[in-house]
Nanobody
């Protein structure tokens, strides 16, 4: 089976930074073959796209709300996905999920087949 395990969440003041990680494992999941993404879900809201990256890191897309503040990256040798979050705002508070899909990158939640359990990010004002 496939396992995606997020870490690095926590409580931070507005303007601060956090780095999320997502460790991938599984006999049938070759990390370097998959496009990966970060999504988030705030209380009472739908899950939304944050950032995505192609299998080789050559293509990235960001939600307008995080562009210029967040950076998605991956290390295929370590089977790990990252999200560097800078200049955090209270509206960034949410549970952050990593997700994987085969083929090309997309920003659509339902296109992703594999999901982690999420990590809480809380930004205080």
């Amino acid at each position: 089976q496939v396992q995606l395990v997020e870490s690095g969440g926590g409580l931070v003041q507005a303007g601060g930074s956090l780095r999320l990680s997502c460790a991938a494992s599984g006999r049938t999941f070759t990390f370097s073959w998959y496009a990966m993404g970060w999504f988030r879900q705030a209380p009472g809201k739908e899950r939304e796209f944050v950032a995505t990256i192609s299998w080789n890191g050559g293509t990235t897309y960001y939600a307008d709300t995080v562009k210029g503040r967040f950076t998605i990256s991956r290390d295929n040798a370590k089977n790990t996905l990252y999200l560097q979050m800078n200049s955090l705002k209270p509206e960034d508070t949410a549970i952050y999920y990593c997700a994987g899909k085969s083929s090309v990158v997309t920003t659509l939640v339902y296109d992703y087949n594999y999901w982690g359990q999420g990590t809480q990010v809380t930004v205080s004002s």
